[in-house]
């Protein structure tokens, strides 16, 4: 396999000195000669640079790293393209969860009208992505799509750049498969997940661990104990994650057909986590004193000492799975993943234009959905009304129409009337005044 050049876009978040060290973890399998970190933030990726430079010149030296906000030097011959752009940053997330908890309805970055605020910031920068992509990079790149909201974002692309050679993709279900595997006491990489649904909207209906089904058995401890385990995901310990993967619980003691993906909890029991939110200090502000102070406070330790701490970030599933499949890309026998892809018969019940969330195989011949035939009636219309919430939220940022985007905010079902659903676009038009596609 030729070395590769990666770009990562974002190269400013907490999240690339763990994606970099993922990625040389595998120069066996999967060399690399060239890291570059682009974004618009020069200060604030200078600053995390400072940890990734350490980073390879602990595992790679070899391997060259640098940092730009120029585009065709970020992106000339690139081979692959690791996007996790976060428009507004966590002031705006912040903004978005706090204005719809003031309203009365669940504050959360990618589900919601969180999700759709955050989702008509991040449309038109991940375009201008693409297309500059598309100009400068290798002819067979790929880039592989973190930026959140996914399913979003996955579908205004596939309407915008039907030919972009871009996989979206999300590590939600990997961070549960992790603990599914501490469970179940196995590896992780032993488990092959059966799934449908959109992306943070979907359901497993099985767990194969070596080609054997241990579905009951996580049933069973789900229904007790949710996702928790004596050993969680150490990217996994905040509270409001711990209260999150046991909000599974009291999901499937109502709906115990599939193991629900976590963020189902804020549309299945939306009422509770409004009871359960602080209006003052939302999940946002948990991780801008978390893990964002965690790493930047090392960064203001290592300009004054020159001390690294190797332990002040974490891999995780966030970057194993991403470079995981960029190298299933490049390797004959690939690799099996849940990805984001148009439907096009996949799901025999939803449109064929659906961005759905399945298993797919991964070579460098490039993506083979698997079929997942039909579904039960009430995912079928769960899923239904999500995808006509985001469709319309996408139609309304293409047209500028505020009386689609209105559509997009009522149908979303942790919205409880057209009413509600008012208050909080129109103050969140004001809020995002600065980002947003003008509605008229």
Not at 37 to 53: G, L, P
Not at 93 to 120: F, N, P, S, W
Not at 221 to 247: F, I, K, R
Not at 257 to 278: A, E, F, G, M
Request: include cysteine; aromatic fraction near 10%; hydrophobic fraction near 40%.
């Amino acid at each position: 396999m030729n070395a590769k050049i990666i770009t990562i876009v974002g190269g400013g978040s907490t999240y690339t000195p763990g994606v970099v060290k993922a990625i040389l973890s595998k120069k066996d399998t999967f060399p690399v000669k060239e890291i570059r970190a682009y974004d618009i933030d020069e200060e604030r990726q200078n600053d995390v640079a400072i940890i990734v430079n350490e980073v390879v010149k602990a595992t790679c030296p070899e391997c060259k790293f640098f940092t730009t906000t120029d585009p065709k030097t970020a992106f000339e011959n690139t081979n692959f393209v690791f996007a996790q752009i976060r428009v507004g940053k966590y002031a705006m997330r912040e903004q978005d969860e706090k204005i719809a908890l003031k309203h009365g309805a669940v504050g959360q970055e990618t589900c919601g009208c969180g999700g759709l605020a955050y989702g008509l910031r991040t449309i038109y920068p991940m375009v201008e992505i693409l297309d500059m992509v598309e100009k400068y990079a290798a002819p067979n790149h790929w880039i592989l799509n973190y930026s959140n909201p996914a399913a979003i974002v996955a579908l205004a692309l596939k309407k915008l750049r039907p030919n972009a050679r871009i996989i979206n993709i999300c590590d939600m279900p990997v961070a549960i498969m992790n603990s599914m595997a501490d469970i179940l006491h196995c590896d992780p990489h032993d488990i092959k997940p059966d799934y449908f649904g959109l992306n943070h909207f979907g359901w497993f209906t099985n767990i194969w661990v070596n080609g054997e089904s241990r579905f009951a058995e996580l049933k069973q401890h789900a229904m007790q104990h949710g996702y928790l385990c004596d050993v969680p995901d150490e990217q996994h310990w905040e509270p409001s994650w711990v209260h999150t993967y046991g909000n599974v619980k009291p999901m499937m003691e109502r709906f115990p057909d599939y193991l629900p993906n976590t963020y189902l909890q804020y549309y299945l029991l939306s009422q509770d986590i409004v009871d359960d939110s602080n209006p003052d200090y939302t999940r946002a502000n948990e991780v801008m004193d978390g893990r964002e102070k965690t790493l930047f406070d090392a960064i203001k330790r290592y300009k004054e000492t020159g001390a690294y701490d190797d332990g002040m970030f974490v891999v995780g599933a966030h970057g194993t799975f991403i470079v995981d499949l960029a190298e299933s890309l490049c390797r004959e026998n690939g690799g099996r993943y849940l990805l984001i892809v148009k439907n096009e018969g996949a799901i025999a019940d939803l449109p064929d234009d659906a961005m759905v969330e399945i298993p797919c195989y991964v070579s460098p011949r490039g993506i083979e959905k698997i079929s997942i035939g039909h579904i039960p009636t009430f995912y079928k219309g769960m899923i239904e009304q999500q995808y006509a919430c985001e469709k319309c939220l996408v139609e309304g940022a293409m047209e500028n129409s505020y009386n689609k985007v209105l559509q997009a905010f009522t149908l979303n079902k942790t919205i409880k009337s057209s009413t509600q659903a008012k208050a909080i676009l129109d103050e969140m038009i004001i809020a995002n005044k600065a980002y947003w596609p003008e509605l008229k």
